[in-house]
């Protein structure tokens, strides 16, 4: 992931402030905090952040083809991301970082991008999209569905089987 290109050229100003009045940003840099039921709406776009947490039921929402390059700590717990055009090519998340934690209730459709993380994906609903990961932990009752037009859109590739180790 071009995470230098990311955080120079990004969509960050977009971001307003919470329903409550609230920032979502904490401390120095492009830190994203969302608590309780904060709800960020993300408009179309690229968004680069050092860190991501939320907790409670925050959730982030993705109306359109969205890019989330996450430099830091990504805990995308609460309430989780919900892409409303239920398009996987509509949501890529990249991360360096050595974990990339995405939990929620909803389906996730997407790609996760996150070749040096090892990502966790916790839920109790449908996983539609691709993840690549150092290692990849999948709990709860998640269902994943691998979209092959994804995978070629993204590398090139024909898909080919999944390997899942335990």
Do not use: C
């Not at 307003?16 to 709406?41: F, Q």
């Not at 934690?101 to 996760?112: H, K, N, T």
């Not at 993204?154 to 335990?166: A, R, S």
């Amino acid at each position: 992931p071009d995470m230098e290109g990311a955080a120079a050229e990004n969509d960050n100003d977009t971001i307003g402030m919470l329903a409550d009045g609230s920032s979502p940003w904490k401390g120095s840099g492009y830190n994203l905090r969302l608590t309780s039921d904060d709800n960020l709406v993300l408009q179309p776009g690229t968004y680069y952040f050092d860190s991501v947490r939320m907790s409670g039921q925050a959730t982030i929402t993705i109306t359109g083809p969205t890019e989330i390059y996450v430099a830091g700590e990504g805990v995308f717990t609460g309430g989780g991301i919900t892409n409303v055009t239920e398009d996987p090519h509509n949501l890529t998340i990249y991360s360096t970082y050595s974990t990339l934690d995405v939990r929620g209730g909803a389906g996730f459709y997407g790609a996760i991008l996150a070749p040096d993380s090892d990502v966790t994906m916790t839920g109790n609903s449908g996983f539609f999209g691709t993840i690549v990961g150092n290692t990849v932990d999948l709990t709860g009752t998640t269902d994943v569905h691998v979209d092959d037009s994804l995978v070629r859109d993204l590398f090139g590739i024909e898909p080919f089987t999944p390997l899942l180790v335990e």
